[in-house]
């Protein structure tokens, strides 16, 4: 095969010599010290979109661009760039022709001068026409440069422009990367490009796997690299798997080998996040599988998997019934090491950390959760807020009274009691050694203290959801206490002055609303929020801890969780801006029960494509921006006013709409409502068509602005309508 | 290896490196970094290569010697490399090849870790070397320290002695170390931690913590107004200051709400030293600057 090919192949290379734009492939490799596994995702996307807007304003073609990468390694792989620039035609327009000769015809100084600063000979000036008049002109053709000259010049400004959210010094270039970068490779083909970033020069020599030994030698670094295009191939003789994609399949394939051995799998809930971590930490991955002993399994189930993943990165196993096994994966990062005493290590680390949680688990035993309370006077929720004690205590009469507004009275006590342990856990050893276990050690320990069932439930589930998409509580005690506490947190850091601004959240208050408002709407919990912002608010101003001033508007917190609102409609519903605007701004009352908007929302969204909506808003619009303008407020009509069959007609479809629609809203079938607005259509039309609002006699034109004002008030019941983008009609009247 | 040669090999190690083997400050201190060899030293333009064994207090990890890992006095070797040498990573790893560990048999990790001392006004950023999924060392590239920004960057090399030593004995406890062939390190400290550990949760005498705390700041502020510019003997209190705190920080003494207070206090008298030290030595003329340059490591260690 290869000797039939050889020929054609030849001939071709000879070709594209002769036209003296070749193609090569490119590598910049930057080589680092282990660059943090979270940053190099991004890194990667960074570079590969920094290299491609380089390309482009170098005006360099390739065919394809990627990048590769290991926590030692950036590198930017672009295949056939074209050895040259592609040229570049430019016309340089100077002064006016006027100025440019005089009148006999000779070339002024203004015209030898601007030659001169282009280079050329005044006879190689042209004349160009441009709307101004004409003009002396000068033709430029750029001719490409070679790309390594190109290359050379610009890839310092690319590697100048990689950010990382945290970067460091470390020599005396004090140029800032997330770890210090110790050499640089750039080569295009076999040729290599000079260049200086860092007070590194670049070559082609890069560093191979630390710790890479094959048949018993140690291969090491350094690395001469010869060809740009057989980098990944080179680099994989030296213990480097430059591609991310490489390393996942080989991790996924080893430990199905392992697990399959161990009549396991690994679990699914960490899975993806703890291959990523691995994929990115290693250069050649090696996974192993280590066992504990069956002691520890007698732990709680998420402690074992915290112990394991948090500090040591481990993959937990289950077994086919789903239980934990005594077995975890680690992922190495060396084929070559001695495997036994690799796994022996990461057993005795693990067992340590295993035996600090047994040893926590007894000890917090040995006091309840009740009597732990007082310890949260030590626990400070916020430097302006007061204690976890304050906070509880909060927490506890806001959910009890919420429990009230359900007409669930009978829970009352749980709501207490829930309320009052809900962050007992945070004075726990446990609590304190692994942070994400609130809540599920508190779980845990209420039931060891012989807690009710709810009660311990209710603990657990209180920090659901903990992210956006995360499952809900599900007994109400759990509800309520989740919703008191974030409520409490939204309202206190609103009453201190701490309202997030901007797009940053860093006390986590919009994932708090948000997950108010999927608790509320997905487990139909009628509770009126802007009774439960006052209430909140209420009860901080009752423990003298509020530094709310005295203008501080509940309604500014209702205006956050509502904002929230339509975050959530917009992104599980598909529901359009105008639709949400339209609901939520109507009148406060209206606003205080989030299913119930959500029903509006739903409903108006619904008849949005009937065909007679869009006119209906047109003619509701224009009555709507009457009743504005003339700020007009009352509804009662005299009918022995009315001049026109249009005015009475138009009457007769409001008094009985008033009645339908009212019938509907209190039985929130707003779908219906909406319905029942449609019949106003033609008598909309008709009253604009027929009448002039603005009548000499002011009997006349008072009483069609009354009835303007109660069709108005009518809609309004519903939604702001005047929000509704009618982009149909708009196109129509057009 | 012994626990006793294991400090010998590092000593040994890190002096063909070209490092002055500087000794332990005898002042109490949690950890190897509040000695001046690196706090003060890392600051300014001067080069400084150093190495020494540091004992660390923190009373509120002692277990009154029960638990096998954890302890309130243990030993830490630490090496300061100021400016931060481009083979820093390379030097350490053959520091771990000169204790007999075979990097070539285990697997050795550079995992992120990012480092800052909020009493010191001092970060960086580095990782903890892991071991077969134990954390040997901290690495870490200093960026501020005493609040002023590192230039040139000192690299700074934590061992925790006993881990390490533990790995190499294959022992499960740290009191089964061998600190010689016949005296095991539990016969040297256990007793001590066990008393330690009474004194530090029970016994301490907080009014006598407080005031001290109180008087030592003071002193030290006051020594930093003194004409002559008492900068090292100030350092020291700012150093107690800090270990006072400690105690009573195990001693359950500090409320959460004090605790911020507390740190903010230690900072600025840590800020004010490495200030006052910068200037100090300014107007000395930097004297180490005129050292003469060390020859390179990898020279020397061939002379050896």
Redesign the interface.
């Known amino acids: 095969m290869a000797s039939q090919n050889k020929t054609p192949t030849k001939t071709k290379n000879i070709s594209s010599r002769k036209s003296k734009v070749t193609s090569l492939p490119l590598l910049l490799e930057i080589g680092t ?2 660059i ?3 940053f190099l995702p991004q890194a990667l996307q960074d570079l590969a979109d920094l290299g491609t807007q380089l390309f482009r304003e170098c005006r360099l073609n390739y065919d394809q661009i990627r990048t590769v990468g290991t ?1 030692r390694r950036l590198a930017l792989l672009v295949e056939g760039v074209q050895s040259r620039q592609s040229s570049l035609t430019q016309e340089v327009v100077g002064p006016p022709k006027a100025a440019g000769f005089d009148a006999s015809g000779a070339p002024t100084k203004a015209a030898q001068g601007f030659a001169k600063s282009q280079g050329v000979l005044v006879e190689q000036l042209t004349i160009k026409e441009t709307p101004k008049g004409l003009y002396l002109a000068v033709e430029r053709r750029e001719k490409g440069e070679s790309a390594k000259k190109v290359l050379m010049a610009s890839l310092p400004g690319l590697l100048a422009k990689l950010n990382f959210p ?1 970067a ?5 270039s ?1 140029i800032k990367f997330a ?2 970068i ?1 050499w640089l490779v750039a080569l295009l083909g076999v040729h290599t490009i000079k260049m200086e970033f860092a007070g590194l020069t670049s070559d082609e020599m890069t560093q191979g796997h ?2 890479c ?1 094959i048949k018993g030698k ?1 291969k090491g670094q350094p690395v001469r690299l010869t060809n740009a295009a057989s980098y990944v191939a080179t680099m994989k003789k030296h213990g480097v798997l430059v591609d991310p994609n490489e390393r996942w399949v080989i991790i996924e394939q080893q430990m199905q080998d392992l697990t399959k051995s161990a009549k396991g799998k690994v679990d699914p809930v960490h899975r993806a996040e703890l291959i990523e971590e691995a994929v990115y ?2 250069e050649y991955p090696h996974a192993i599988i280590g066992k504990f002993s069956n002691e520890f399994l007698a732990l709680p189930k998420p402690v074992l998997i915290s112990s394991m993943k948090e500090h ?1 990165g481990f993959l937990s196993v289950l077994g086919k019934d789903g239980e934990l096994l005594p077995k975890f994966i ?1 992922v ?3 084929p ?3 495997t036994k ?2 796994t ?3 057993e ?3 067992a ?1 950390r295993l ?2 949680a047994q ?1 926590f688990f007894q000890e917090d035993k040995k006091q309840t959760l009740h009597d732990r309370v007082p310890a949260l006077d ?3 929720f916020h ?1 302006k807020l007061g ?1 976890m004690r304050q906070k509880v205590e909060r927490v506890q009469d806001l959910a009890e009274w919420m429990a009230g507004q359900l007409g669930r009275d009978d829970l009352k006590s749980a709501c207490q009691r829930a309320g009052l342990l809900s962050k007992a856990d945070l004075t726990t050893g446990m609590v304190g050694e692994f942070p994400n276990l609130q809540g599920v050690m508190g779980e845990e320990y209420a039931r060891h203290d012989g807690e009710p069932e709810e009660i311990c439930k209710a603990i657990g589930e209180h920090y659901l959801p903990r992210f956006p998409d995360d499952q809900l509580p599900v007994s109400l005690p759990g509800n309520l206490v989740a919703c008191a506490d974030r409520c409490d947190s939204i309202v206190s850091f609103f009453a201190a002055g701490m309202a997030p601004s901007g797009s940053e959240d860093p006390l986590g208050l919009r994932r708090a609303a948000y997950g108010v408002v999927r608790i509320i709407t997905e487990n139909s919990l009628e509770l009126n929020i802007v009774a439960s912002v006052k209430k909140a608010l209420d009860i901080l101003d009752g423990q003298g801890r509020s530094v709310r001033g005295k203008t501080q508007n509940p309604l500014d917190v209702v205006a956050f969780i509502l904002d929230r609102l339509r975050f959530y409609g917009r992104n599980t519903m598909g529901l359009p801006e105008d639709v949400m605007e339209a609901v939520t701004r109507v009148r406060p009352e209206h606003t205080a029960d989030v299913g119930d908007l959500l029903l509006r929302m739903r409903a108006l969204q619904g008849i949005l494509s009937h065909q007679d909506f869009e006119t209906l808003m047109l003619g509701f619009k224009r009555a709507h921006r009457i009743v504005e303008k003339e700020a007009w407020r009352q509804t009662a009509v005299i009918p022995e006013h009315f001049q026109h069959e249009s005015e009475k007609r138009l009457s007769r479809v409001l008094t009985k709409a008033q009645q339908e629609v009212t019938d509907c809203v209190t039985v929130k079938d707003y779908a219906g409502a909406l319905q029942n607005l449609l019949p106003f259509k033609a008598p909309i039309d008709d009253f604009f068509a027929a009448v002039l609002v603005n009548d000499s006699d002011p009997h006349i034109r008072e009483n069609r602005l009354s009835l303007l004002t109660a069709i108005d008030h009518l809609f309004l019941t519903i939604a702001d309508f005047s929000c509704i983008q009618s982009v149909g009609v708009d196109v129509a009247r057009g | 290896m012994t626990f006793q040669e294991i400090i010998l090999s590092l000593h040994q190690f890190w002096k063909s490196q070209d490092c002055i083997l500087t000794q332990p400050y005898d002042t109490e201190k949690g950890a190897g970094t509040f000695n001046p060899s690196t706090f003060l030293r890392a600051i300014g333009p001067e080069p400084w290569r150093a190495a020494y064994i540091e004992p660390c207090r923190r009373p509120t990890d002692g277990r009154y010697g029960e638990n096998p890992n954890r302890l309130q006095h243990y030993f830490q070797y630490q090496v300061v490399l100021k400016p931060a040498p481009a083979d820093s990573q390379d030097l350490y790893l053959q520091s771990l090849a000169h204790l007999g560990l075979d990097s070539y048999q285990h697997d050795i990790q550079f995992l992120q870790d990012d480092w800052e001392s909020p009493t010191l006004g001092a970060w960086g950023l580095g990782w903890e070397v892991r071991l077969d999924g134990m954390e040997i060392t901290q690495f870490t590239y200093f960026q501020e320290v005493g609040s002023l920004e590192m230039n040139p960057v000192t690299v700074e090399l934590t061992y925790g002695l006993e881990r390490i030593a533990m790995y190499l004995q294959g022992v499960d406890t740290v009191y089964d170390l061998q600190w010689t062939e016949s005296v095991l390190y539990g016969e040297l400290y256990h007793e001590s931690e066990v008393q330690w550990s009474i004194y530090n949760f029970e016994a301490a005498d907080v009014t006598l913590l407080q005031t001290s705390f109180d008087r030592f700041e003071q002193e030290g502020l006051q020594l930093l107004e003194h004409p002559r510019g008492l900068v090292l003997p100030a350092y020291d209190y700012c150093m107690k200051c800090s270990h006072f705190f400690n105690i009573l920080d195990a001693r359950g003494a500090i409320s959460v709400a004090q605790r911020t207070g507390y740190i903010g206090r230690v900072r600025n008298l840590a800020r004010k030293c490495a200030q006052a030290y910068y200037e100090q030595r300014e107007h000395m003329g930097f004297p180490l600057l005129a050292r003469k340059a060390p020859t390179s490591g990898q020279k020397l260690r061939k002379k050896l």
């Open positions: 010290e282990e943090p596994t979270k926590s945290k460091m010094r470390w020599n005396a004090q770890r210090p110790r630390r710790f030994q140690k930490g290693v040591q680690a190495t990062n060396t070559w090491g001695n005493l690799m022996k290590g990461n005795r680390v693990l340590a035996k600090d040893h030590g626990v400070i430097h204690t």
